[in-house]
């Protein structure tokens, strides 16, 4: 089975433009998470969909956004980038079947340079 | 919302000594604490979990203790091998799922020879 893709891997933007990243889950997962990862906050949560419904959502401005499309595939996108907006961003997939749920299933990120 | 802290944030140990990496939350609701092990360059990975009905759990030689009370956890390592070197993670979530994870901030553990 193949594991979570990524797209781009890496990709250098310039201060004021908008980048779009995309996230392929396992085949059969239907819950996509994104998470932002940075060498002084670790990673943080940036939101959630299920069944292309935004289920949850961090602390991050209106800035960073998301959907996810009926073959669960997910794309986030920021815009007006910022210096601090440089960062890996990971995509995890899971099956979430209620509390029985529980392991996320990471892609290898999408590393993001913000000049 | 929830808050997690996590200590050492580096630990040097030597081959087939143990390590413990310990982490507090804030929120009493969280009920799902699961650990993720990053190598570098890699994506994480689950290496074991718990739920706040169990107050331990033991896999090989990877243990996770949880303390309701005090709102902590712990990760404990036996026998460490150089291949255990990783940056470790420990998160919290409500609703016992995986959805909406609090992670601290990691401990990159270093097993020398």
């Known amino acids: 089975k193949a594991g979570v893709t990524q797209t781009p891997r890496y990709l250098i933007k310039t201060r004021g433009q908008q980048v779009t990243l995309s996230c392929s889950p396992i085949s059969g997962h239907r819950s996509v998470s994104w998470y932002q990862q940075t060498p002084g906050q670790g990673l943080q949560f940036l939101f959630e969909?299920?069944?292309?419904?935004?289920?949850n959502k961090g602390n991050f401005p209106g800035r960073f956004s998301g959907r996810q499309f009926s073959n669960s595939r997910s794309e986030m996108n920021v815009s007006t980038l910022e210096l601090g907006d440089s960062a890996l961003y990971l995509c995890?997939?899971?099956?979430?079947?209620?509390?029985?749920?529980?392991?996320?299933?990471f892609g290898e990120g999408s590393r993001l340079t913000v000049l | 919302g929830e808050n997690v802290e996590q200590h050492p944030s580096t630990l040097s140990v030597q081959e087939g000594d143990s390590a413990v990496i310990k982490c507090t939350y804030s929120d009493s609701a969280s009920n799902y604490f699961p650990w993720y092990k990053q190598e570098l360059g890699k994506r994480p990975q689950l290496i074991i979990d718990i739920r706040s009905n169990v107050g331990e759990k033991k896999d090989q030689r990877i243990a996770v203790t949880l303390n309701k009370t005090a709102k902590h956890f712990s990760l404990h390592i036996t026998e460490t091998q150089p291949e255990d070197s990783a940056v470790y993670f420990c998160a919290a979530s409500m609703g016992g799922t995986a959805s909406k994870l609090t992670f601290g901030t990691g401990t990159r553990l270093q097993v020398t020879l």
């Open positions: 995890a997939s899971s099956t979430r079947q209620g509390a029985g749920t529980g392991e996320l299933f």
């Open positions: 969909y299920f069944s292309e419904t935004q289920r």
